[in-house]
């Protein structure tokens, strides 16, 4: 199923009142919907904050196949995330960064990585 389709389910009042029950169930059966489609709402959310670079990378792989992974990364950029995996990239201050360096202090013969 396209995500098109899925976003034709949802409630199009735009900017109005405060949601109301109705609304909150809307969004429920949309969050229900769409969970499959995007990795960061079906995987754990601590995943595309790790520390590990494995689990990083595993974000980020994740990210690939996610059919927001454009818009993620310009909302992130736009709001200079101070952190985590967004649109497939790895946020490090507010900037987009290669690799993300382990925590610690970093080896001093760089060739024994």
């Not at 109301?20 to 229900?32: E, V």
């Not at 990378?57 to 310009?74: D, N, S, V, Y």
């Not at 709001?79 to 790895?90: F, T």
Request: proline content about 5%.
């Amino acid at each position: 199923m396209r995500l098109t389709t899925l976003l034709d389910h949802v409630n199009q009042g735009g900017s109005g009142p405060w949601p109301t029950s109705s609304t909150a169930t809307t969004n429920d059966q949309f969050d229900r919907m769409v969970a499959d489609l995007i990795p960061c709402r079906s995987y754990d959310s601590e995943l595309w904050f790790a520390e590990r670079q494995a689990d990083v990378e595993r974000a980020k792989a994740l990210c690939r196949e996610c059919p927001l992974i454009e818009g993620c990364l310009a909302g992130a950029v736009e709001r200079a995330e101070p952190w985590g995996v967004w649109g497939g990239q790895v946020f490090v201050g507010g900037v987009v960064v290669a690799t993300k360096r382990g925590r610690g202090r970093p080896r001093k013969d760089a060739s024994a990585a």
